[in-house]
């Protein structure tokens, strides 16, 4: 069982940065391919960036693609989504979510955590 827990998310205007946290309990951290998904009302939960394991190998969303850099620390289990020059359209509940296999389904991620929001004001 893994636990995961977000946090760093708030307010920031177009253009500002944040850097979103995601905390895990469990024992085996480092075998899971971290996540991060980003969710708005009415619409499909969206891939945003995941990385491997070993802290290579990530993929992002074409989206936030030289915006958006995700890292973990395997000491520390925890993972990282450094967002900057933060646009309106980012506006989301960011999720984290753990799991063996690299994807950018939602679906087949085994864990979750309960979210944090990010607004983007104009």
């Known amino acids: 069982q893994e636990f995961l827990l977000e946090s760093g998310g708030g307010l920031v205007q177009a253009g500002g940065s944040l850097r979103l946290s995601c905390a895990a309990s469990?024992?085996?951290?480092?075998?899971?391919?971290m996540g991060w998904f980003r969710e708005v009302p009415g619409k499909a939960r969206e891939f945003v960036a995941n990385?491997?394991?070993?802290?290579?190998?990530?993929v992002y969303a074409d989206s936030v693609k030289g915006r958006f850099t995700i890292s973990r620390d395997n000491g520390k289990k925890e993972a990282y989504l450094q967002m900057n020059n933060l646009k309106p359209e980012d506006t989301a509940t960011y999720y984290c979510a753990a799991d063996h296999t690299a994807t950018w389904v939602p679906n087949l991620y085994s864990y979750w955590g309960q979210g944090t929001q990010v607004t983007v004001s104009s």
């Open positions: 469990g024992r085996f951290f480092g075998e899971y391919v």
């Open positions: 990385i491997k394991w070993n802290g290579e190998d990530a």
